[in-house]
């Protein structure tokens, strides 16, 4: 079992920036693929970014490329998200979530992650 804390949330201008951590206990990050979704209101959770376990490569949505970077630290036991150039339709509640078997295809699909946090919220105020 691994257990997922959110932190770094909030309230900001579009424009700014905001850096989520997402804090794992319980079992070491080493061997699992860790992920950002996001949740509007009324819809499903959308992709963000993941590192995938396999190989350590980062993968980002096409809607936050070149703004929002992930990372991960193993020795930290956490996984980040630097937001940049922060929009107000970025706003929504952000999640982490961890998967240890999921395949490189899947990344992409929230289904496939087992653990998730409690998610934070992230507001962007134009």
């Known amino acids: 079992q691994v257990q997922l804390v959110e932190s770094g949330g909030g309230l900001v201008q579009a424009g700014g920036s905001l850096r989520l951590s997402c804090a794992a206990s319980g079992r070491t990050i080493r061997g699992y693929t860790m992920g950002w979704f996001r949740q509007f209101p009324g819809k499903e959770r959308e992709f963000v970014a993941a590192?995938?376990?396999?190989?350590?490569?980062?993968y980002h949505a096409d809607s936050v490329k070149g703004r929002f970077t992930i990372s991960k630290d193993n020795a930290k036991n956490t996984v980040d998200l630097q937001m940049n150039r922060l929009k107000p339709e970025d706003t929504a509640v952000y999640y982490c979530?961890?998967?240890?078997?999921?395949?490189?295809?899947?990344?992409?699909?929230?289904?496939?992650?087992?653990?998730w946090g409690q998610g934070t919220q992230v507001t962007v105020s134009s």
């Open positions: 590192i995938y376990r396999g190989n350590g490569v980062a």
């Open positions: 979530a961890a998967d240890s078997t999921l395949i490189l295809s899947s990344i992409r699909e929230a289904r496939h992650f087992d653990y």
